[in-house]
């Protein structure tokens, strides 16, 4: 049985509904963190280790969904090109947020689309924010294996990507055009610097999550 005390927190911390994620689910992302931080059962865990700094990042990083790959319904950034193509037209510049952006598939299959687009790269702007410090951390590494270049084209990956031993290496030309930070979507400063609107905001693994 999940204790109730981690539910709370993890509603509090991520928002995150707890039938929306399955028992199952959290359940072993519990059990993963009694093992590493050595409390004897769940119940300890909740009541002696939850509260250690650091503890309920911990835990966030192992409950977040990590599951995604580049140009994921791929429509979708077909329509935001033409959406920036206008905006652009109007003498604005077209800004985009990607909250989560998990390892960063989504957020830097924007910035391929609007790169091999013709728009000036001055044009648009790119956020991406996500609340695992781990799915963070990759994004910026840059780095893909297989299941996450399912969806690239022959001609995109040998334009943007160079192969190596751990994956498919992004080009640092497309990484540095997504400015991505350790972000939760229930904080109110998030993006609080970047005043203004956003003319686009991919949020396809954020609502579903929410209580």
């Known amino acids: 049985m999940i204790p109730?005390?981690?539910?709370r927190a993890l509603e509090r911390e991520i928002g995150l509904d707890a039938d929306c994620l399955g028992e199952s689910a959290i359940a072993a992302a519990i059990s993963d963190r009694v093992r590493a931080t050595g409390a004897g059962t769940a119940e300890e865990y909740a009541s002696r280790y939850l509260v250690i700094p650091g503890e309920m990042q911990a835990l966030v990083n192992r409950v977040v969904v990590p599951e995604t790959w580049f140009f994921r319904v791929p429509e979708s950034f077909a329509e935001i090109e033409q959406r920036?193509?206008?905006?652009?037209a109007e003498g604005r510049?077209?800004?985009a947020a990607c909250i989560?952006?998990?390892t960063g598939e989504e957020p830097y299959s924007l910035a391929l689309t609007l790169c091999d687009s013709g728009l000036s790269p001055d044009a648009w702007e790119?956020?991406?924010a996500d609340a695992s410090t781990e799915a963070i951390a990759a994004a910026r590494r840059g780095i893909y294996r297989e299941p996450s270049m399912r969806g690239v084209s022959t001609t995109i990956r040998d334009r943007h990507f160079r192969a190596g031993p751990g994956g498919w290496e992004l080009s640092t030309a497309i990484r540095d055009r997504v400015r991505i930070a350790t972000g939760n979507v229930l904080d109110s400063m998030l993006f609080a610097e970047r005043a203004g609107e956003y003319d686009a905001v991919f949020c396809r693994n954020l609502l579903i999550y929410l209580t």
Do not use: K, N, Q, Y
Not at 4 to 7: D, I, R
Not at 84 to 88: F, G, K, L, S
């Open 4 to 7: 109730s005390g981690v539910l």
């Open 84 to 88: 920036a193509r206008e905006i652009v």
């Open 93 to 95: 510049t077209f800004r």
């Open 100 to 102: 989560p952006c998990s």
């Open 126 to 128: 790119i956020d991406a």
